[in-house]
């Protein structure tokens, strides 16, 4: 029959357990608690300018014509992204008729202050007439992306 303290040795071993599981977590857990850290702290401490940087329209005839000019842009730094959005219908009036054409728009992400280079590249290399380059400033955003397009894209 037992009775009386619990012995030393049933302490020791429960606290010994006890750091060992603690050491454990601790050592795992590092590598997600810093990223988690990280982001937050990445999110919360980047700054943006309302308008810095603007989302640009240009309306394309086909998808060829769409790629050569996305690839263009890019390459020569106009704009950090440029998604191509297939198979639009663009109703419109030109030359006192109305007209009704499949398009392909392009979403470009740049700079404001690259837009004026931006339009000049688009109307040297389209084959419209008169091209499509509108701009809508980006008021607020992803921290971490509007920071990844002022860095691809220079001022």
């Known amino acids: 029959m037992r009775s009386g303290a619990p012995r030393a040795e049933t302490f020791q071993s429960g606290s010994l357990k006890a750091l060992v599981l603690t050491a454990l977590l601790s050592v795992f857990m590092f590598q997600l608690l810093r990223t ?3 982001r937050a702290f ?3 401490s980047e700054t943006y300018m309302s308008g810095t940087h603007s989302a ?9 014509v769409a790629k050569d000019l996305a690839r263009g842009i890019v390459e020569r730094k106009l704009a950090a992204c440029v998604n191509i959005v297939p198979a639009i219908k663009s109703v419109y009036e030109w030359q006192g008729k109305i007209e009704e054409d499949n398009e392909v728009l392009l979403m470009i992400k740049t700079r404001s202050s690259r837009v004026p280079a931006l339009a000049e590249y688009v109307r040297s290399n389209h084959p419209y007439e008169v091209a ?5 400033p ?3 955003g992803n921290p971490p992306y509007l920071k990844w ?5 220079p001022e």
């Open 149 to 153: 397009i002022g860095d691809v894209v």
């Open 138 to 140: 980006i008021e607020q």
């Open 36 to 38: 988690v850290g990280l």
């Open 42 to 44: 990445s999110m919360a």
């Open 56 to 64: 640009a329209f240009v309306t394309c005839p086909n998808d060829t």
């Open 132 to 136: 499509e380059v509108i701009s809508l």
